[in-house]
């Protein structure tokens, strides 16, 4: 499988290719780069055949079949749908869109071209997540309730890498959709009640800085979601699944129960890499002709939902 990474000089742009050196059947032949990067050094540090700053320059290679997009959220839809209709299948990074008409264009592209395309939740393949999707597929554990943190501190507009950014990052389009993907992913349904409030607009950043999410989903189980990026403290996501069976708590690739033990994920992934494993069902997906787990079409609801809360700010 060959393969492009569009912003492969970002924060996750280099996770993907780090992920795609451990997958046997992929070569990276081309990489797409931003405004500040030098992305011909780059490439040539990485052993990338091809670089360039014009994603349709790499889309017209014979030698690109598939493409990774790791770009600014406010490009993912067109370019997404730019990929599908160059003939290429694409995985873009969460969220496929900033808003719902744009996600509902992805999928209807998908649709006209059947080309595989994917969003990037990648919740649902951290072996921590996987283990309580496991365990509820075989009717072992029930959720009830999903209390989630996610908290950062960015008062300047820097990325994972400490790095500054050429755009800004958005709380409910990119890391809500992380937990409301999942949340439905988890239960099996869509959230019937979903609603928001935001703290005040940073006024250099000109996005929210809090916020706070309440979902129910048509079965009774409730998701609460507290996310900031004031918060100097321990950054990251934290996952308290409260089930009928059990109390679970989910930080990132690890899984503690209630008592705060250890959960061995040994044997649930060939990985515990989150990353690794949502490139290798990308790939797996293509060369088996089937849709992916994570496929736009199936992450669609989620951004639904996403519509649905930003409504409530409003209201």
Sequence with gaps: MKICVAGAAGAFGRKHLDALAKIDEVEVTSVVGGGPDDIDAFAAERGIPHATKDLAESLARDDVEAVILATPTQIHAAQAIQCMKAGKHVLVEIPMADNLAD?????????????????????RFNPSHQWIHNKIKAGEIKVLQMDVQTYF????NL????????????????????????FQYQTGEAASEAMGVQG?????????????IVMKVPSGALCTLSLSFNNDGPLGTYFRYICDNGTYIARYDDLF??????????????????IELIDREFV????????????????LPAMETLDKIEKSFQS
């Design 284 to 299: 797996s997906a293509i060369g088996e002709g089937r849709e992916p787990n994570g496929s736009v079409a199936q992450c």
């Design 103 to 123: 996600s509902r264009e992805v999928v209807k592209v998908q649709q006209e071209t059947g080309k595989t395309a994917m969003a990037g939740h990648v919740r």
């Design 200 to 212: 005040p607009v940073h006024p250099e950043l000109g996005i929210t800085m809090d916020m706070g």
């Design 159 to 182: 990325n994972a890498l400490g790095e500054p950014r050429t755009w800004t990052d958005h709380l409910l389009w990119h890391h809500a959709c992380h937990t409301v993907d999942l």
């Design 257 to 274: 129960d209630g008592k705060e033990e250890q959960i061995d994920l040994s044997g649930v992934a060939v990985s515990n890499n989150g």
């Design 153 to 156: 501190f960015r008062r300047s």
